[in-house]
């Protein structure tokens, strides 16, 4: 099994963050971003070894890992107008519990995704993050990094591999409730021969009775 070894960028664990909300502004386009006033973020970067997980498929799924590569062959790729849109969000969506992504090109060679096991996160590895926008606010999470986590990805990863992968559950309990999750570079020397990434992925709230 092939494990590389590279980069992340991580949220840096600051004493004030005890204190102050990590947030982060994304400005109208008339305004000129100003790092002092519309970020309190800082991150930095961390070596991870990131394994490739093509033999080990049946380890990881959605319920225990917060992740899962599915064999699903799309009717539709080549996604151009809104009812092309609505017509591969009702294919995915048979099959889609958060978020379903995949790559449109036959092949992932460059910024394939990387996925962190949950069961390899700590509660005091996230941060939860102030999104604010011109016409909304959110929240997202951040990751601290620690050495216990454990990366993975899938070598060579076609466009009939998606992933599902858990973004937040709210529901308490030993199962995943999310899934940190980056792009990252490989080593693969000459990259002037190697397609840009193109993917796409649906997203999609599942909402269940408190038992």
Not at 9 to 29: I, M, N, Q, S
Request: aromatic share 10%.
């Amino acid at each position: 099994m092939a494990v590389i070894e590279t980069k992340l960028k991580f949220l840096t664990r600051l004493d004030r963050y005890a204190t102050e909300k990590p947030f982060f502004v994304t400005t109208a386009p008339k305004v000129v971003f100003d790092p002092a006033k519309h970020t309190n973020l800082e991150h930095e970067l961390k070596t991870v070894h990131i394994q490739d997980i093509r033999d080990r498929l049946a380890e990881f799924d959605v319920e225990r890992s917060g992740f899962q590569i599915l064999n699903h062959i799309p009717k539709l790729l080549n996604i151009q107008t809104p009812d092309d849109v609505a017509t591969y969000k009702q294919e995915t969506q048979t099959v889609l519990q958060r978020l379903f992504w995949r790559s449109v090109l036959p092949v992932v060679q460059d910024a394939p995704l990387a996925v962190c096991d949950f069961r390899t996160t700590e509660p005091s590895d996230l941060a939860a993050v102030d999104r604010i926008r011109p016409d909304r606010s959110g929240e997202i999470f951040h990751l601290h990094f620690n050495e216990k986590h454990k990366w993975y990805y899938l070598n060579s990863m076609t466009n009939e591999e998606p992933i599902i992968f858990v973004t937040y559950d709210s529901a308490a309990g030993e199962h995943a409730r999310l899934c940190p999750h980056t792009a990252f570079e490989p080593p693969l020397g000459d990259r002037n021969d190697i397609p840009i990434r193109h993917s796409v992925e649906t997203r999609s709230i599942v909402i269940t009775p408190m038992i």
